[in-house]
């Protein structure tokens, strides 16, 4: 069966500082692969997806970038925070076809001070 | 671009039979999914329509009226653990990538009450 790892469940860090969040899946591949961010008490709101090895769409710009240097592994980056980058962050995979249902892994709860 | 609309909160009694709807607006309308998210953890899925009717998943059913670009997540028996939020979600082949993505409803938070 299918798995998503993500991690770390939770992480504080000052502001200006670099961020790296690491989302791996196991049992398919060539998934599709999703970032998404929830602000509280906001929805979910995309923010890059992939849908190969080095193929990245990004949704909105921002301060944040995305690589995916395996066919399962996903990383969400930046080189300095913001306090505006706090939040919850989603990694989602997905197989192709005509459902294409989201799945997604424990989310991280990232806290900029 | 999309527009989902849910309702912000609803409060409903345990045992008791809650629906919650969802109004959505596409070019290019490719599939409505409904997730159930608990505070503080990820969404997880309870349902996928694209066509036409009703889709019973044990004490969750859910209803799609593409025409009317109408969804509602029914919920039955309903139980303390019932309370969480629940997303409303569409795939529109409409917008760039389309096929590949999903935009997302605020979220209707449900209170299940004794």
């Known amino acids: 069966s299918q798995t998503i790892h993500q991690w770390p469940a939770t992480l504080v860090q000052p502001v200006g500082s670099p961020l790296s969040l690491e989302c791996t899946v196991e049992g398919t591949s060539n998934p599709n692969l999703y970032w998404y961010r929830q602000a509280a008490g906001r929805g979910l709101q995309l923010l890059f997806y992939?849908?190969?090895?080095?193929?990245i769409s990004s949704e909105v710009p921002q301060n944040l970038s995305a690589s995916r240097p395996q066919d399962r592994q996903f990383i969400l980056s930046s080189k300095k925070l913001l306090l505006s980058d706090s939040g919850f962050y989603l990694c989602a995979w997905s197989v192709r076809g005509a459902k294409n249902i989201q799945y997604f892994g424990a989310g991280t709860r990232l806290s900029v001070l | 671009g999309q527009n989902i609309d849910q309702p912000t909160e609803m409060t409903a009694t345990e045992g008791a039979i809650v629906q919650i709807n969802c109004t959505y607006q596409t070019s290019g309308f490719n599939g409505l999914f409904w997730y159930q998210q608990h505070a503080g953890e990820a969404p997880t899925f309870l349902s996928y329509?694209?066509?036409?009717g009703l889709e019973e998943k044990g004490r969750f059913s859910s209803f799609l009226s593409r025409s009317k670009g109408y969804s509602y997540l029914l919920l039955k028996e309903l139980q303390m653990k019932d309370s969480a939020s629940y997303l409303c979600a569409v795939r529109d082949w409409g917008q760039t990538g389309g096929g590949n993505k999903l935009t997302f409803g605020t979220g209707t938070q449900l209170k299940v009450e004794l």
């Open positions: 329509n694209v066509l036409d």
């Open positions: 992939s849908v190969g090895i080095g193929q």
